[in-house]
């Protein structure tokens, strides 16, 4: 049995393929986990940092929110092991834990000595989709943050987030795809329909192995004329980079941030008897004008240009925050 899961991932990698998979049945299981948005540990959304993983945002109800963390805080080791020069899944790996186990964590925070933090993991749930309303120049803006397109309900809460939306009155929405890595096409094409009206393509999907298909909104859009900003930065990538591209073509919203990642192939998963799986690139996906995103075969291209650039290090907190500025200005101007 090792023998032939080695062949495989073998095989799997000599694809030279970034996207493609192999699965062993405990790997799928935790794939579908992570496609589920739901795992056990401290409850934060890191990035990579020097000192080891940089808190970029705590959930409510966490053990990191009960423990004192804050955003911008470093975590520099977990149980001991110093974090810094690993891979970043590799550093997540070691922070995350079985339910009810302790973590000791190393924390770096500005201007204070680093102190060891104890931690008790739990099970965490994800929500893929985040609102606040804004006040900007005296007028109220609704920020719906969509985390990833791999729940199949997606649609529905953005839906139901505008409709909270609407009984505020706001005067505008910014859709944030900043740091969506993706998920599935359908929930793509749900959520750009909720901006677009009925009959407008998405996107166009082209594979040798899978017939082309043309994939357009259905039903009535829930916000086909709300002033829209569309905000994305380098690891908005895959599904959000469809949804974006096709706002953008269509002339519906301004994408305000810097150059999106760059992913132009998806992925069909086959499984297999034993449990496990393969993730294989089936095709190419194409936005309504005809721009595929990626390079040359599977490899990362260029991406979206924004409408609005926001200059400075996407990993930094004021780069954050000055997008969110640029994002309220470039939709209160719009909302006029």
Excluded: C
Excluded at 95 to 117: D, F, N, Q, Y
Excluded at 165 to 188: F, H, M, Q, W, Y
């Amino acid at each position: 049995d090792k023998l032939v899961s080695n062949a495989i991932t073998g095989m799997v990698n000599k694809l030279d393929d970034p996207y493609s998979q192999y699965f062993t049945a405990k790997q799928y299981a935790a794939f579908q986990r992570d496609q589920a948005q739901q795992f056990s540990g401290i409850g934060v959304a890191v990035g990579e940092d020097d000192l080891g993983l940089r808190i970029l945002k705590i959930y409510d109800g966490s053990p990191a929110r009960e423990a004192a963390l804050k955003i911008d805080d470093v975590i520099v080791s977990a149980d001991g092991r110093k974090l810094a020069g690993l891979p970043q899944d590799r550093a997540v790996a070691l922070v995350k834990g079985p339910e009810g186990t302790k973590v000791t964590l190393g924390i770096a925070r500005k201007g204070e000595k680093k102190r060891s933090v104890p931690v008790v993991r739990r099970a965490i749930v994800v929500p893929s989709v985040d609102s606040r309303v804004r006040t900007y120049q005296g007028e109220r803006y609704q920020q719906i943050a969509v985390a990833g397109f791999t729940q199949r309900n997606v649609t529905e809460q953005v839906e139901a987030e505008i409709r909270e939306g609407r009984k505020k009155r706001v005067k505008g929405i910014i859709l944030d795809l900043r740091s969506n890595p993706g998920g599935l096409v359908t929930e793509a094409q749900g959520v750009t329909g909720i901006f677009l009206p009925e009959g407008k393509v998405v996107t166009t999907t082209k594979g040798r192995s899978v017939p082309t298909q043309v994939v357009k909104t259905e039903g009535d859009p829930a916000a086909p004329s709300i002033p829209l900003v569309v905000l994305v930065d380098k690891r908005s990538a895959s599904a959000s980079e469809i949804v974006a591209g096709a706002l953008q073509d269509h002339r519906r919203a301004t994408l305000v941030g810097s150059r999106t990642y760059g992913k132009g192939v998806f992925q069909q998963v086959i499984e297999l008897d034993d449990g496990g799986a393969l993730d294989l690139t089936a095709g190419q996906y194409f936005t309504p004008n005809g721009r595929n995103l990626g390079g040359r075969g599977s490899k990362q291209g260029t991406g979206l240009a924004p409408d609005v650039k926001v200059p400075g290090t996407e990993q930094d907190r004021a780069w954050q925050d000055k997008a969110l500025e640029t994002a309220l200005e470039t939709l209160a101007k719009k909302a006029q």
